[in-house]
Structures are given as C-alpha cells and as structure tokens.
C-alpha cells in the first residue's frame, strides 16, 4: 500500500511539535533540506527530538532552533559561547552565526534511518561528528572533490 504524503505550512507543524515537547513528549519527523548532509538526508532520515535544558548542551549536539525571524534551523552546535551558542550545517562550509539559548526548541535524541535507530549519544556517532567538526576548515575543498568524483561516476 502506497503512502500519501501531504505538506502543511512550517508554522503548523511546528506548533505541533511544540504541543508534544511541552507535554514532555519527545516527537519525530522526517528531515527536510539538505544542510545537514551528509549526516542527515532530506527525505530519507527522521529525527527524534525531545525538550532540553540549556545548561545540558554540548558542543557536538544536533538542536532545533528557531530564530529570530521565525525560522526553524535544525543544526549542529559547533561552539558555545558566554551569551549561547554557534551552529553550523553539516552539509555547510558557513557558519550560521550566534543565537540565544531561548531559541532552543529541542535537541536531537536520535535518528532513524532505513528503520534503523541511531542514538546520538553513541561514541561512533560522537567520534564522526567530532571528526565532521575537526574538518570544518577544510570542508568547501571535501565537497568539491567529493562532488567531481560524483560527476565523474555517473557519466
């Protein structure tokens, strides 16, 4: 049986969310965009999420943040700082600048992807997103390879 899949505006589903956290839900939905590539798939990964308190967040954590504009980011913490924090896509070479920790909405627990539950507190998920933070230098030049050898082997 096929699956029909409907959209609904982000402020809808968002609230939505926001309904589950406050009721100490945890809640989960498939990722949408590609910022978060390679470790998260538009499409194809769901995350779990669950309330958090600031004073728990570390560097390395996945967050859903919404911003000052209302937007919502679903990034990696990639520094605290003594006013917030700083996130960065990992499928970005930017960075995307400094928030808050009142624009914390939650933090990603874990992903499920292919049926699979990947929990981000696990020392593999740990050690490739720290080395995934390490390589943020270098990262525009590992994408660029890595898109020229894509190319190259579709032909």
Request: hydrophobic share 45%; charged share 25%; with cysteine.
């Amino acid at each position: 049986m096929e699956t029909e899949k409907r959209f609904i505006s982000s402020e809808i589903f968002f609230s939505a969310i926001a309904e589950q956290l406050a009721e100490h839900r945890r809640a989960a939905f498939t990722v949408t965009g590609m910022s978060m590539w390679p470790f998260l798939c538009h499409g194809r990964d769901q995350v779990v999420v669950e309330s958090c308190q600031p004073d728990s967040l570390r560097r390395g954590d996945i967050i859903l943040l919404q911003t000052h504009l209302g937007n919502y980011l679903l990034h990696r913490i990639t520094m605290i700082t003594s006013g917030g924090f700083v996130t960065t896509g990992d499928g970005n070479y930017l960075r995307d600048g400094e928030f808050p920790f009142s624009c914390v909405r939650a933090k990603v627990i874990c992903l499920v992807r292919n049926g699979k539950r990947i929990k981000c507190s696990g020392w593999k998920w740990k050690f490739v997103s720290w080395l995934w933070m390490f390589l943020f230098p270098i990262r525009k030049w590992i994408f660029k390879v890595w898109f020229r050898i894509r190319k190259y082997f579709r032909r």
